[in-house]
């Protein structure tokens, strides 16, 4: 099944609890970053799931081009199927921010899958918020977000990440029972 519209997570000036919008949740005049895991292949040429990352540091940009799904507008974009992946082995996007290079790798331990997504020199200013947003069309998916883990350079964010394995498992596929798709029920049945 195709997905539907995706996630983002985003270092941005205002906190995005002020004001929602049309880019995954997010207002399109932005001012900072986002990193946009698109699931929905809207121009129909097979690449998605797609991760972009998204530049708007003067918050100028006001036009985004869903309909090719952001080719246009990433400064860097890259395919990775973070749709299929497990509780046992998530996704773990990593990104890294050094002499104004910014980095960005996908990984799945387990399989051994790790992706360079890309990487592009900017001056990111500070005293920005974290955040993740998120949207959906006709169709839905779902997404968890296990952590989000903020390091200095000095530590070493692969060798000391919290085990996914301290989360119960089973309560986590009792809410994805709970959140995911629901049969329709008949109106006139009791």
């Known amino acids: 099944a195709p997905g539907a519209d995706g996630l983002a997570l985003w270092y941005v000036a205002e906190s995005y ?37 998204v530049v708007n540091l003067d918050g100028s940009k006001t036009n985004w081009d869903h309909d090719r799904d952001f080719l246009g507008d990433a ?3 890259c395919n990775f199927d973070f749709r299929h992946s497990t509780v046992e082995d998530p996704v773990e996007a990593v990104l890294q921010y050094y002499n104004k290079r910014l980095t960005l790798k996908l990984r799945m331990a387990r399989r051994g899958v790790d992706v360079n997504c890309g990487d592009t020199l900017l001056e990111l200013p500070i005293g920005h918020y974290f955040g993740a947003t998120a949207s959906t069309g006709g169709m839905v998916d779902n997404h968890d977000i296990i952590s989000i883990e903020v390091r200095g350079l000095g530590e070493d964010a692969v060798d000391h990440s919290t085990a996914v394995e301290h989360f119960d498992s089973d309560a986590d596929q009792r809410d994805r029972g709970f959140w995911g798709p629901q049969e329709r029920k008949n109106p006139r049945q009791r």
């Open 17 to 53: 609890r002020q004001h929602g919008g049309n880019l995954f949740g997010n207002k399109p005049d932005f001012k900072g970053i986002g990193l946009l895991f698109d699931t929905y292949d809207n121009d129909g040429l097979r690449d998605n799931p797609s991760v972009s990352l």
């Open 75 to 77: 400064t860097f974009r």
